[in-house]
């Protein structure tokens, strides 16, 4: 059984695909984190990187700044 946010970064991570370094970039994870979890998950890293996010930013971790700010990144548009 999921829990409604696990359903959602499982559903955004599959739309991310192979593009998920440049989001995580802009979430501001080093490169040492994004070369660290593309050689932990392969080709699940874009979920594990979201995942490794919501951790280490904790309540801040909501995105929310992120999305309006930019207005538009590849699946996110207003």
């Given at each position: 059984?999921?829990?409604?946010?696990?359903i959602?970064?499982?559903?955004?991570?599959?739309?991310?695909?192979?593009?998920?370094?440049?989001?995580?970039?802009?979430?501001?994870?080093?490169?040492?984190?994004?070369?660290?979890?593309?050689?932990?998950?392969?080709?699940?890293?874009?979920?594990?990187?979201?995942?490794?996010?919501?951790?280490?930013r904790?309540?801040?971790?909501?995105?929310?700044?992120?999305?309006?700010?930019?207005?538009?990144?590849?699946?996110?548009?207003?």
């Amino acid at each position: 059984m999921y829990r409604k946010g696990e359903i959602r970064l499982t559903d955004i991570a599959r739309l991310l695909g192979t593009d998920w370094p440049s989001l995580a970039a802009e979430l501001e994870l080093t490169e040492e984190e994004v070369t660290k979890i593309m050689d932990e998950y392969g080709e699940n890293a874009a979920l594990h990187m979201l995942r490794y996010w919501l951790k280490s930013r904790g309540p801040e971790a909501t995105g929310k700044d992120f999305l309006f700010e930019k207005k538009c990144f590849n699946i996110f548009c207003f």
